[in-house]
């Protein structure tokens, strides 16, 4: 023996590469193989304009109880090109199959941020837009008649960083019910109303890059009732995109908030295809 090894390392050496032999054999194993493979997917919910992450909590707390992972980021509501690259870096920094779930703007900010993602499995529109290439979030809005958000939108300048000024949208507090929310409580609605996240009108008339819609599976959740994203929009937009579409027809442009188990359903329902 070496007169620097002492007796307690000449005991422990063999024990702790037993150990790591019997760790490598474990997560190599057939077993551990197969259940990384059923791993549920990552759900990532974007929320869109004039409203935040929040808006997802009921549907967050179902897909956490069902036993999926999921992430709620802000989306910048800045530019559509500038969203969906912050998007894009959300889903490079996650292992693993993921299911795309997108409301209103955040539909569109889905479509162009999955793009270059093999890890993108399923695409989710959840009262959302589904543009074409060369679309936009206005575009499709003024295609159909129906939606409250023409008249209802109140608008901000902001200074840029780069200098010069950019316009944010909000809606009135005051036609914000009508336009966004109608099967809510009004004391809800009111809140959210004064909390707003307001998006750029650069953002809502940015036209779309290559819809993913194109070549990744995609299910559609129209809200009957809508009065921002006219319902015919809406199922224009599925129709195209080949999507599985369901429908609740009294339900207002926040599906998710107003029916969060019809809207987990769906989303649920596209993750189960994921393998």
Do not use: C
């Not at 944010?168 to 914000?176: L, V």
């Not at 599925?238 to 999507?243: D, L, N």
């Amino acid at each position: 023996m070496s007169p620097h090894t002492r007796p307690g390392i000449r005991i422990l050496l063999p024990l702790a590469l037993a150990v790591l032999a019997v760790l490598v054999t474990a997560f190599s194993s057939p077993a551990t193989a197969a259940a990384r493979r059923t791993a549920k997917p990552t759900v990532v919910l974007v929320h869109g304009a004039f409203a935040d992450a929040s808006s997802w909590t009921k549907v967050v707390a179902r897909l956490q109880g069902a036993g999926y992972p999921v992430i709620a980021p802000a989306n910048p509501l800045r530019d559509l090109a500038g969203d969906s690259a912050y998007l894009s870096s959300v889903v490079s920094s996650i292992d693993g199959p993921v299911v795309l779930v997108g409301h209103s703007y955040g539909g569109a900010v889905i479509s162009n941020a999955a793009t270059g993602h093999p890890n993108v499995k399923a695409l989710v529109f959840v009262a959302a837009f589904a543009p074409e290439q060369a679309e936009s979030a206005l575009d499709l809005t003024g295609r159909f008649p129906g939606s409250r958000l023409p008249t209802s939108l109140v608008t901000r300048q902001y200074p840029l960083p780069g200098g010069g000024t950019g316009t944010d949208a909000y809606i009135d507090g005051e036609a914000f019910r009508a336009a966004f929310a109608a099967d809510l409580p009004a004391r809800d609605t009111a809140l959210m109303a004064a909390t707003q996240r307001p998006a750029s009108l650069a953002a809502l008339g940015s036209p779309s890059g290559p819809p993913a819609w194109q070549a990744i599976p995609s299910w559609y959740l129209v809200a009957g009732a809508d009065q921002a994203i006219p319902p015919a929009a809406q199922r224009f937009m599925a129709k195209r995109a080949g999507a599985h579409t369901s429908e609740v027809k009294d339900a207002s442009h926040v599906i998710m908030i107003s029916r969060p188990d019809a809207t987990a359903a769906v989303i649920t329902a596209a993750a189960r295809t994921v393998r």
